[in-house]
Each structure stands twice: as C-alpha cells, then as structure tokens.
C-alpha cells in the first residue's frame, strides 16, 4: 500500500526566513509528484508536476525537488502571502495512479 | 470559463438525513474524485470514478454513496450511515492519462450536523 508523509505538520517562519518542506512516499514505480497549495475554506491550487528524479520547478519563491524516495519544496526569502497548506500527492504506476493520495499537509504561516 | 463547480458552499444536514453535494465540471475530463477534509487534516479519498457509469471506493467510503451517470456530473451523497459528517468535502477532476496529469479541485461544500 502506497504511504505519503509530509514533515513538518506545521512551520512557522518569518518574513525572509528560507526553509525546506518535505514529502517522504513508499509508491510502487514512482511516475512522478504534484504539489498543491491550500488556503484556507478554499479548494487546493495545483503548484507543480515532477516526473523524474533529480528534476527541479520553480515558481516565485517555491522550488520544488524530487528524489526517488522524496520531494522537497523550497521556501526562499518567504511573505506572509506565502502562508497556506503544502499538499503532496506521488503518483505510482498501479491503481495508486488512479486514487491520487495526498499526503497530510504542512501548514505554513509566514510572520510579517 | 472552464472549471469544476461544487454546490453548496455551505450545507446544514440534520441527525438522520440524507444530503447531496453537488460536483460539476465543464473541462471535459473523465476522472472525478470526492476527498474529505477534517480541520487539520489532510484529504481521504471517498470515491473516485475514472469512467461514466463506474466508480471504486476509496479509502473512507461507508456511509457515502455516488453516481456517475453523466461525464460532467459525480454527486456524492451523505447518508444517515455516515456517524461524524461534518467535514469539508472536495471534489476534483482529472484527464488526459491519468498516470500524470494533475487534478483541479472545486472550492468546497461545508457540511455542518446540526
């Protein structure tokens, strides 16, 4: 059974302070990683699409890393507009790829 | 404007009802999902449906039920089975070949036990 795990539950920053999110996952053949911002009473916001290892996406402040095993998303120098739920979902190559599971989130507040 | 519409935004459903959230999506798309999310919480997977006239339990299906009768249309029904349905309910929509193209959520329904 495929497994997600996002690490920190909840992180909170200050204005400019860079920072790492993690999305840690046991998926059978890995096809690729979304990660969805989530404001709050609002539906998610997809972010990014990763397909491969060591592939890169960056938007704004936010770049997002994958690895086999896991996926980061990088926080640079954030604004409190930044401040929302990150969502992970890998995407495997059984029914996984069909359920699309998320991870439980990390909850970010940038402080101004 | 294409996108995925969930009605109510808001919804209040006595003890011992049925209730019916509504999804609709004008993108075309052949997948639909239903995910509830408790304060804190990530999103569980109730149903999805990759086909018009077919739909897999997910992971938190009893007490719901769905239909997909319409490729544009996936409600989800909350039944009286459903012991704690107070949630925030998510519906979303996917296409293309699944194996790797991102979903695109509605805004939610609020279901409130009264």
């Known amino acids: 059974e495929d497994q997600v795990t996002q690490s920190p539950e909840a992180l909170r920053l200050q204005e400019g302070e860079s920072s790492s999110l993690n999305c840690s996952y046991t998926?059978?053949?890995?096809?690729?990683l979304f990660w969805y911002r989530q404001d709050p009473g609002k539906g998610p916001e997809f972010l990014f699409t990763?397909?491969?290892a060591g592939e890169e996406k960056e938007k704004e402040r936010l770049k997002a890393t994958l690895t086999k095993k896991e996926s980061f998303l990088h926080i640079t120098a954030p604004k409190p507009e930044d401040s929302a739920t990150y969502l992970c979902?890998?995407?495997?190559?059984?029914?996984?790829?069909?359920?699309?599971?998320f991870g439980s989130g990390t909850q970010l507040t940038v402080l101004p | 404007d294409g996108g995925i519409t969930q009605s109510p935004k808001y919804l209040f459903r006595k003890e011992g009802q049925n209730v019916t959230l509504s999804c609709e999506q004008n993108?075309?798309?052949?997948?639909m999902y239903w995910y509830r999310q408790d304060p804190g919480q990530g999103l569980r997977l109730i149903y999805y449906?990759?086909?018009?006239?077919?739909?897999q339990k997910g992971d938190i299906a009893e007490g719901y039920s769905v239909s997909r009768e319409k490729k544009e249309s996936f409600p989800l029904t909350v039944t009286s089975a459903q012991k704690n349905p107070t949630a925030f309910y998510l519906c979303?929509?996917?296409?293309?070949?699944?194996?790797?193209?991102?979903?695109?959520f509605g805004q939610g329904t609020r279901l409130t036990v009264v």
């Open positions: 979303a929509s996917r296409g293309g070949t699944f194996m790797n193209t991102e979903a695109f």
């Open positions: 998926v059978s053949g890995l096809r690729g």
């Open positions: 990763l397909y491969s």
């Open positions: 979902a890998p995407i495997g190559s059984s029914g996984s790829a069909r359920q699309l599971t």
């Open positions: 993108l075309n798309h052949d997948a």
């Open positions: 449906s990759q086909i018009v006239n077919d739909f």
